[in-house]
């Protein structure tokens, strides 16, 4: 029988932005169905306890770890304390972003404090976690850092500093694709389009949900809103070896929209 290709089978992964009902905790739960040994990081340890619960209960093996992804001391903790508990890190998944506080006026848009606060997350989250991360991943040779990226980095949409932090994805994708390669360490992204997540649907706005949902199915050709498990499913091929020879890819799971 052939082997399966799909299989994170003995690897150990870690995962920011697990906690919430989104791409990152859907993408923990997929690579330890498939065999990883996953490391949840976020800032919520009553969340984290029970996604962890939630795997361990599914028959997986998992940890997580409090930290703050905009604190470099807290990324390098992270790493340090999954790399003690599983003995090694092959995969990383950078899920941690934040959207912003949607701009009532033309100046709301050029808020400094609203701007640093989401680049804190989206971008630095990514650039720490890396930089204490990528010499882990390439001590086994098949390593894969998974970004997630946006629409917002790809057409005009999204808030100024959202966009701003995707953008950069999209380069840091390419550029540290071509940088890691020698060392065995492979980097991709995808692009989700709109999901139902805690960030596009938080709790107690169904009914605005709801209208910004219809609105935004008539620009998606597979005429449905996306589900984390659609991008968890993705997340799991670039992680795999079925993407062994594929990097500084963003694969779109977006049902379509960038099409338009």
Same mark, same amino acid.
């Given at each position: 029988?052939?082997?399966?290709?799909?299989?994170?089978?003995?690897?150990?992964?870690?995962?920011?932005?697990?906690?919430?009902?989104g791409?990152?905790?859907?993408?923990?739960?997929?690579?330890?169905? !498939?065999?990883?040994?996953?490391?949840?990081?976020?800032?919520?340890?009553?969340? &984290?306890?029970?996604?962890?619960?939630?795997?361990?209960?599914?028959?997986? #093996?998992?940890?997580?770890?409090?930290?703050d992804?905009?604190?470099?001391?807290?990324?390098?903790?992270?790493?340090?304390?999954?790399?003690?508990r599983?003995?090694?890190?092959?995969?990383?998944?950078?899920?941690? +972003?934040?959207?912003? #506080?949607?701009?009532?006026?033309?100046?709301?848009?050029?808020?400094?404090?609203?701007?640093?606060?989401?680049?804190?997350?989206?971008?630095? +989250?990514?650039?720490?976690?890396?930089? !204490?991360?990528?010499?882990?991943?390439?001590?086994?040779?098949?390593g894969?850092?998974?970004?997630?990226n946006?629409?917002?980095?790809?057409?005009a949409?999204?808030?100024?500093?959202?966009?701003?932090?995707?953008?950069?994805?999209r %380069?840091? #994708?390419?550029?540290?694709?071509?940088?890691?390669?020698p060392? $065995?360490?492979?980097?991709?992204?995808?692009?989700?389009?709109?999901?139902?997540?805690?960030?596009? !649907?938080?709790?107690?706005?169904?009914?605005?949900?709801?209208?910004?949902?219809?609105?935004?199915?008539? $620009?998606?050709?597979?005429?449905?809103? $996306?589900?984390p498990?659609d991008?968890?499913?993705?997340?799991?091929?670039?992680a795999?070896?079925?993407?062994?020879?594929? #990097?500084?890819? %963003? &694969?779109?799971?977006?049902?379509?929209?960038?099409?338009?």
């Amino acid at each position: 029988m052939a082997a399966d290709r799909y299989t994170v089978q003995d690897r150990v992964a870690i995962i920011t932005g697990a906690s919430s009902r989104g791409i990152g905790n859907a993408a923990a739960k997929e690579l330890a169905a !498939h065999g990883a040994k996953v490391c949840l990081v976020a800032r919520r340890e009553d969340k &984290l306890k029970d996604a962890v619960g939630e795997i361990a209960e599914a028959g997986g #093996t998992a940890m997580y770890v409090v930290a703050d992804v905009s604190r470099e001391d807290d990324c390098k903790r992270a790493v340090e304390e999954c790399v003690a508990r599983f003995g090694k890190l092959d995969i990383m998944v950078l899920a941690s +972003g934040i959207a912003g #506080t949607p701009p009532q006026s033309l100046d709301d848009m050029f808020d400094t404090e609203e701007y640093r606060r989401v680049l804190s997350v989206n971008l630095d +989250g990514v650039f720490f976690m890396v930089k !204490h991360g990528y010499a882990e991943c390439a001590k086994g040779g098949h390593g894969s850092i998974v970004f997630i990226n946006s629409l917002a980095g790809f057409k005009a949409a999204g808030f100024l500093p959202y966009s701003a932090s995707k953008g950069a994805i999209r %380069s840091w #994708t390419k550029l540290l694709a071509k940088k890691l390669a020698p060392l $065995g360490v492979r980097v991709n992204a995808i692009i989700p389009g709109m999901i139902d997540t805690d960030m596009t !649907h938080p709790a107690g706005y169904d009914e605005l949900f709801e209208g910004i949902a219809a609105n935004a199915v008539k $620009g998606i050709p597979l005429g449905r809103l $996306g589900t984390p498990a659609d991008c968890a499913k993705g997340i799991l091929f670039l992680a795999s070896d079925a993407s062994e020879w594929t #990097t500084g890819y %963003s &694969l779109a799971i977006d049902g379509g929209e960038l099409c338009s």
